[in-house]
């Protein structure tokens, strides 16, 4: 290359849009006498017009109310936001917030790549009683195991665009249940126990493991923006044998 | 009526008002996650580094000092905190052009979502600070003062860098037969 480095600066200067005049008319004057002037400047101008065409990316869907959930109040305490909002707002079956009861819940998320601290704190907030339903909420079936190592139910509920899935089990020995959801605009959004503690759970994106023992109650959030159609399937292990396998199945019109 | 700016829903949140937080992010939360993903190449990574990002200005919300503009102040912390992660996960090395290798060769036209593809490649060949000259730039649109300012360097440095960082991506792409 003969061109002098002043050249390379104003050319990348015009095509940023941040030469002066003085600069363009010594560019233009450079350039209508250098071929090899204008081939650098057509490469790094179609460069730079790939960078800038280059599309952008949609955030995940959920991420606007996670964030929001882990914006601090400030000032007086403010309403719950988004999603408790809108599950305060209607009747939502038994997972009312009833703290007054004295149901001491204790919440147990152990690890998980897709919660955040805004999500746990919506459970926080959400939970208060895992009481027997006093309201019309959708329910959308159950799963009945009636095993050696295992009995109870699983039932699958939603209000609004909140899946809930709700574990009424009783278990000899530990019991690990995935309960995997293939859609991946669904997105895990907590975890509430009625017990102190006896169960754990793991999130990453498309499902949910579970590690009880013992007679436990608890239910898993799980947020379905679009409210679309959608599959649960859950696998329950033990000793590292699977003892049981169902599907739990929403679907809008249910 | 107009929207209100940056520095007048900082001073609203700094109030506690929810509903200035839920501006912001709407103003921010894209380019963030954008700026974030181009840095680090993983929409997951993208997602975690751009919650940091926010909790860090909410946690910080009164350290603002409203004399700077509030978009260099959320794009330094991204960027920051992009590199963190790559340090963190032990990828702040950048890879040489066998990774950034695409499925084009020379002989194959070039779509534009492979070029697309091809460039988001290649950025990952570029060292942090040179990747993020590129994003300012190029998917923020920042001038070279406003680069200036969000790095906290010279803007002759950002020249510099600019085309140091033009030149390497162009060599890469030129390599893999993408320019």
């Known amino acids: ?254 | 009526m107009s929207e209100p700016n940056d520095t007048k829903l900082m001073e609203r949140c700094n109030n506690g008002d929810p509903q200035a937080f839920e501006m912001l992010l709407a103003r921010y939360e894209k380019p963030v996650f954008n700026a974030a993903y181009r840095m680090l190449n993983s929409p997951d990574d993208a997602r975690d580094v751009t919650q940091t990002v926010f909790l860090k200005v909410f946690e910080h919300l009164d350290q603002y000092d409203p004399k700077y503009r509030f978009f260099s102040w959320i794009y330094r912390i991204t960027l920051n905190e992009s590199i963190n992660w790559l340090k963190k996960t032990n990828r702040l090395d950048v890879l040489d052009g066998e990774t950034a290798d695409t499925a084009s060769g020379p002989e194959q036209e070039a779509s534009n979502e492979q070029l697309s593809e091809g460039m988001q490649a290649a950025l990952k060949t570029i060292s942090p600070d040179y990747r993020a000259v590129i994003v300012l730039k190029h998917l923020l649109g920042c001038s070279y003062q406003e680069i200036s300012d969000v790095l906290e360097i010279p803007e002759k440095k950002v020249k510099s860098r600019l085309y140091t960082a033009r030149q390497l991506l162009q060599e890469t792409l030129t390599e893999h037969g993408l320019h």
């Open chain 1, 1 to 254: 290359m003969t061109i002098d480095p002043k050249y390379f600066e104003l050319i990348q200067a015009d095509i940023d849009g941040e030469i002066d005049d003085a600069g363009r008319a010594e560019l233009e004057s450079f350039l209508a006498d250098s071929e090899e002037g204008r081939a650098v400047y057509e490469q790094l101008e179609t460069l730079c017009r790939s960078l800038d065409g280059m599309p952008p990316v949609e955030p995940p869907p959920h991420l606007r109310h996670v964030l929001m959930n882990q914006a601090p109040v400030r000032s007086a305490p403010q309403p719950p936001s988004g999603f408790l909002r809108r599950v305060f707002a209607g009747p939502i079956l038994g997972y009312v917030g009833m703290f007054a009861a004295g149901v001491a819940l204790t919440l147990a998320l152990v690890d998980s790549t897709q919660i955040s601290k805004g999500a746990f704190d919506d459970v926080t907030s959400l939970v208060g009683a895992i009481a027997d339903s006093e309201f019309a909420v959708p329910e959308h079936g159950t799963v009945s195991i009636d095993k050696s190592e295992l009995a109870g139910t699983v039932t699958l509920r939603s209000t609004g665009p909140i899946l809930i899935v709700d574990f009424d089990l009783s278990a000899r020995q530990p019991v690990e249940i995935v309960a995997a959801y293939s859609d991946n605009t669904i997105w895990f959004n907590g975890f509430a126990q009625l017990e102190s503690s006896g169960t754990s759970i793991a999130a990453e994106s498309g499902a949910v493991t579970l590690n009880m023992d013992g007679k436990r109650r608890y239910a898993v959030y799980l947020n379905n923006p679009g409210m679309r159609p959608a599959t649960i399937d859950l696998r329950f292990t033990a000793d590292g044998q699977v003892i049981h396998e169902a599907r739990l199945s929403f679907s809008k019109s249910d």
